[in-house]
């Protein structure tokens, strides 16, 4: 197998395996189940992973793959991101196979196709050292999520979704695209190592910061950082609660990757500029995330300020030194697609396609018709205020601890108070769950409760288990992004850039 294909097999796979279902999803008559469509996705979802981790053996055998004028590069860091996302679209997938049979959705097909792509364009985010190629993948990606979002149609709020998550992701779109342009006024190249080489001797220095600043922007925009949050809430609201799910995680996942290539490999130089804007980021997604929380009725409204204060969480580690900062950052990615895919999937389990189950006064006594999907609730919510022994408690422990090892104490403290804010509104959602109700709260439910199927409990049960184990044993994992981190720097630093044209 050439190089090329080696280094691009994992998305190569998915957009085989989204064209496949494209082309068949015609061929099954109207009305019938797109079911086997969701299991051709969840297969070649399933290779791709396996495709990753044997791109994995060949970096550990051989050292790091280049590809394509080096615009490609694959190493432990970009394999971990890899085998992360399509973790998280399998998941989504299993958790999605039903979801769409009881609803008048005819379109399945489409679906499970756009995750297929969307997936793809997340993992050339994480392999791409060419800002050009990064911005190819964030475009395939976000096209897909776009049309994700809105996929519940005649839904006046999916609409609503669907438009803000496209207006707003354009207008973020321009301002990474702006910053990549201004890269290469200033260094000459939109190489991540060309970049780095160039900016030690440009001689427009403000220019390199602006550059780094408008790559911050749009990148703040895919993690819903403050105050590039304000699409989150609505478009969590409206999107199907599988797609929240993913959309959540993944996307966020791939721009992190992006963000921890471009500061610490491309623009180190300037880290007592950026780091400076990542703590006021940080600092505002942690205090507007849980603040906007505490004001919110609709559970899936109130996981989206989750959403934003998690953001805050994670950037609080890139304060700490490269080496801690990737570990600390990718170890909390994990932990956060865990619980927050699983609670989606146990959302998804429990209001169905129309999603009758919305505030969290619907959710009173729900423990007592479904105890076991409310007991998995209750469990990733614990999860996300960081109890002990779970992942979302060891995810803040290694971001707060890396901040104080650098120094950034009061960041940590700041993490820490606003984490014991976030207690307030996860533990109204828990107690709304074991709590008694005083009328009848659940009448709108069906009177016969929506089963859990297979792949739904498969998907439950991975989550959980994920869930739990980096709460327990959580060193496999941190070891195997400690040994990430190096090839991350050293590999994007010494490739040989692509031949660029010197700007006039």
Known sequence: MSTNLLAILPELILTLTGIVIMLAEPLIAPGKSRKPLGWLAILGTAASGLAAFYQLQICNAHGTITAFYATI????????????????V???????????????VTHAGEYFALLCFGATGMMFMTSSVELLMVFIGLEIS???????????????????????????????????LYGIALC??????????AIAAGLTITSTPLLGWLAVAMVLIGLGFKVSAAPFHVWTPDVYQGAPSPVVGMMSTAPKAAAFAVLLRFLFSATPMYRSHWIL???????ASMTIGNLGALAQRDVKRLLAYSSIATAGYILVAFTASQQDAVAAACFYTAAYAAMNVGAFVVLTQLSGFDEKLRSIQDFTGLALKRPALSALLAFFLISLIGIPFTGG????????????????????I????NSGVACFYYLRVLSALYSRPVTDTLSDTPTTPRRVTLPAALALTATAAATL????????????????????????????PVPTLTPR
């Open 73 to 88: 590069q694959v190493d432990a860091f970009s394999v971990f991101f890899h085998l992360l996302i399509a973790a998280i």
């Open 90 to 104: 399998l998941v989504t997938l299993l958790a999605s196979l039903d979801y769409f049979e009881a609803g008048t």
């Open 142 to 176: 976000s096209i897909s999520t776009y049309i994700l979002a809105g996929f519940r149609k005649g839904r006046a709020t999916a609409s609503e979704a669907a438009i803000k998550y496209f207006l707003l992701g354009s207008f973020a779109t321009a301002f990474f």
């Open 184 to 193: 290469f006024g200033a260094t000459g190249s939109t190489s991540i190592a």
């Open 277 to 283: 804007m990542i703590e006021i980021l940080a600092v």
């Open 393 to 412: 408690f060891f995810g803040k422990f290694y971001a707060f601890s890396a901040a104080v090892h650098s120094g950034h104490t009061w960041l940590a």
């Open 414 to 417: 700041v993490g820490l108070a």
């Open 469 to 496: 184990c980096l709460g327990i044993i959580p060193n496999h994992l941190l070891h195997l992004v400690q040994r990430a981190t190096p090839t991350t720097t050293v590999a994007a630093t010494t490739t040989s």
